[in-house]
């Protein structure tokens, strides 16, 4: 299948600081690329759909000026948790759809942010 | 929205079978998926179907009822390193072909 790569694997940070994860499709183009947030024991929740050169689509109750999305090129999208506050403490997981079809969703290894 | 329901945990031998079920309610399917996913890391791509039918890969099928809104999927042969969460996710094309999880269902195999 095709692989995604995540970085940094796991991640933490101070009460107020920004941090960045990197999302990258390492042999495939991915137009779109998806971001999850899991929480110990739960499913995974879509955040946004990051589409290449074009501004991110958030889920509802996802505060977009807080969960920043650039999604610069067909191999790379980034998540930016702007002021990190310990409730944003999850496992962040992107994926790519390596085209179709069917268009499947390949996912990230994940990050975990822990927000001290 | 969308439902998809799937028991929250199972527990089989090693050797055995289990069928785990997945339920959904959804207008505009455009498929549906299984993950496995072990603790700590991200799911893993397992099947997909689009069409009613079985599709069988190795050791793993899944099946799918689109007018009874129903999939399973069914390990054979359980090894050990199959415990993990399987999780359901429903393609909706009028939700720009977004996948929908269901909450997983925690398989622990026993020797």
């Known amino acids: 299948g095709a692989v995604v790569s995540q970085h940094p694997s796991r991640v933490i940070c101070k009460s107020g600081t920004s941090v960045k994860i990197e999302c990258r499709s390492l042999?495939?183009?991915?137009?779109?690329m998806f971001w999850y947030r899991q929480f110990p024991k739960q499913s995974l929740m879509l955040m946004a759909t990051s589409n290449e050169g074009s501004k991110a689509t958030y889920e509802q109750g996802v505060e977009k000026d807080k969960f920043l999305i650039n999604h610069a090129s067909l191999t790379l999208s980034t998540l930016t948790v702007t002021s990190a506050h310990p409730e944003d403490s999850s496992f962040y997981i992107c994926?790519?759809?390596?085209?179709?079809?069917?268009?499947?969703?390949?996912f990230g290894p994940g990050t975990r942010l822990t927000v001290l | 929205g969308q439902n998809i329901d799937q028991p929250t945990e199972m527990t089989a031998t090693e050797g055995a079978i289990v069928q785990i079920n997945c339920t959904y309610q959804t207008s505009g399917f455009n498929g549906l998926f299984w993950y496995q996913q072990h603790a700590g890391e991200a799911p893993t791509f397992l099947s997909y179907?689009?069409?009613?039918g079985l599709e069988e890969k190795g050791r793993f099928s899944s099946f799918l009822s689109r007018s009874k809104g129903y999939s399973y999927l069914l390990l054979k042969e359980l090894q050990m390193k199959d415990s993990a969460s399987y999780l359901c996710a429903v393609r909706v094309r009028t939700a720009g072909n977004k996948l929908t999880f269901g909450g997983g269902t925690r398989v622990l195999v026993k020797p």
């Open positions: 179907n689009v069409l009613d």
């Open positions: 042999d495939f183009q991915a137009t779109t």
């Open positions: 994926s790519g759809e390596a085209g179709g079809p069917p268009d499947t969703q390949y």
